[in-house]
Structure formats: structure tokens, C-alpha cells
T-cell receptor, first 115, second 109 residues
């Protein structure tokens, strides 16, 4: 079956512009996660959705970052006024189980480059 | 607070040699530990989890609560094992997995 998909696969943007990253989770997965993968930094947790609600926004690095999920499915991560330090691979994952105990299925990622 | 440490960023072994990727964690409760793997140009995927006690692709990992470790081992490395390996910790009540910084394994032919 179809796995987690993300778009775009690559995004180059100028400093100060806004970007939107999209994630389509596996159908039926109620839990959705966003992570950021920077060189040498591992995976940094950003935000978690259970259904359409985000009980944990603690990982968002600044108020320039926001995310929403609609219909219990598609999620968008928005970064406003991008900075060079936002350059990273943004990964989305979904899971049947809520919380941190279930297997997470990852998308291919969006590579964001801020020039 | 939960924390996962992978002390080796890079690890190279010869084909056929044993390999051990180290993972240490800090967590006061009962953790659930995972190993995720990312092969070249592929997405991150689950390799194994301690609760299932399986051997996947010849890899095993034993949870040692005394040493707070979950090292990944394989007795005979293969070239196709070359990849990035991440150790991750989950816990009841947590909303996400805590990942280590990863170890890039290169198996030399």
C-alpha cells in the first residue's frame, strides 16, 4: 500500500520568505509527527498530532513555525520568515498507535534550503 | 528527561567482521527501545524493537537496564548493511520518540 508521502521533495527559498511543507500520512494512521533532521544533529522532534489536535507543540523551535492537520489526514508545516538555520530535511511520520510506543512510518522528507 | 546517546558518528568494519553499534539511554522508567535504519536514498524505517526480541537481517539488540544500553550487534557484517542507524527511545505517556544522533556504518568489501 501507499506509504507516507511528502511534498515538495526539495525546496529552495530565499531568507525571509514563508514555506509550506505537506505530509500525507498512511490512511487510518491517527498519529502524525514532524521531525527535523540536521547534519550531525539526529532527528529533532517538532510536533505531534493525534487526530487533528496537537497536544504537544513543545518541539517547535520558534513562533515562526506552525503546523496544522485537517480531516485527520493531511498535515502542513509552515515556516514563516525563513532563516538560514532552518535549512534541514523535514521528516513526517505516521503511526497507528498514539504516543511514542508504536512503530513510526516515515516519509521521504523535504529538503529545505534557505539561501 | 529522556536522552539517547550514540557515541560513534562513523563506524567502518570489513565485510564478514562483527559489528556493534552502541546506544545508551537515560530514562528513569521502563523504556521502549528501537533501532531505525536509513539506507542510501531510502526512507527511515524500523529495523527492530526490543519488545519483539527478534533478529532482523541478522541484527540483534538486547536491552541492558543495568547499563542503560541497547547496543545493536551483528556477527558477520555484509556490504548491504552500510547505512545510517538511529537508536530511539519511547516511553509511556510520551508523545514522540527520542532519537540519537545516529551512526553511519560503512562495511568495507
Amino acid at each position: 500500500g501507499a506509504g507516507v508521502s511528502q511534498s515538495p521533495s526539495n525546496k529552495v527559498t530565499e531568507k525571509g520568505k514563508d514555506v509550506e511543507l505537506r505530509c500525507d500520512p498512511i490512511s487510518g494512521h491517527t498519529a502524525l509527527y514532524w521531525y527535523r533532521q540536521s547534519l550531525g544533529q539526529g532527528l529533532e522532534f517538532l510536533i505531534y498530532f493525534q487526530g487533528n489536535s496537537a497536544p504537544d507543540k513543545s518541539g517547535l523551535p520558534s513562533d515562526r513555525f506552525s503546523a496544522e492537520r485537517t480531516g485527520g489526514s493531511v498535515s502542513t508545516l509552515t515556516i514563516q520568515r525563513t532563516q538560514q538555520e532552518d535549512s534541514a530535511v523535514y521528516l513526517c511520520a505516521s503511526s497507528l498507535s498514539q504516543g511514542g510506543l508504536g512503530e513510526q512510518y516515515f516519509g521521504p522528507g523535504t529538503r529545505l534550503t534557505v539561501t | 528527561a529522556q536522552r539517547v546517546t550514540q557515541p560513534e558518528k562513523l563506524l567502518s568494519v570489513f565485510k564478514g567482521a562483527p559489528v556493534e553499534l552502541k546506544c545508551n539511554y537515560s530514562y528513569s522508567g521502563s523504556p521502549e527501545l528501537f533501532w531505525y535504519v536509513q539506507y542510501s536514498r531510502q526512507r527511515l524505517q524500523l529495523l527492530l524493537r526490543h519488545i519483539s526480541r527478534e533478529s532482523i537481517k541478522g541484527f540483534t539488540a538486547d536491552l541492558n537496564k543495568g547499563e542503560t544500553s541497547f547496543h545493536l550487534k551483528k556477527p558477520f557484517a555484509q556490504e548491504e548493511d552500510s547505512a545510517m542507524y538511529y537508536c530511539a527511545l519511547g516511553s509511556p505517556g510520551a508523545n514522540n520518540l527520542f532519537f540519537g544522533t545516529g551512526t553511519r556504518l560503512t562495511v568495507i568489501p
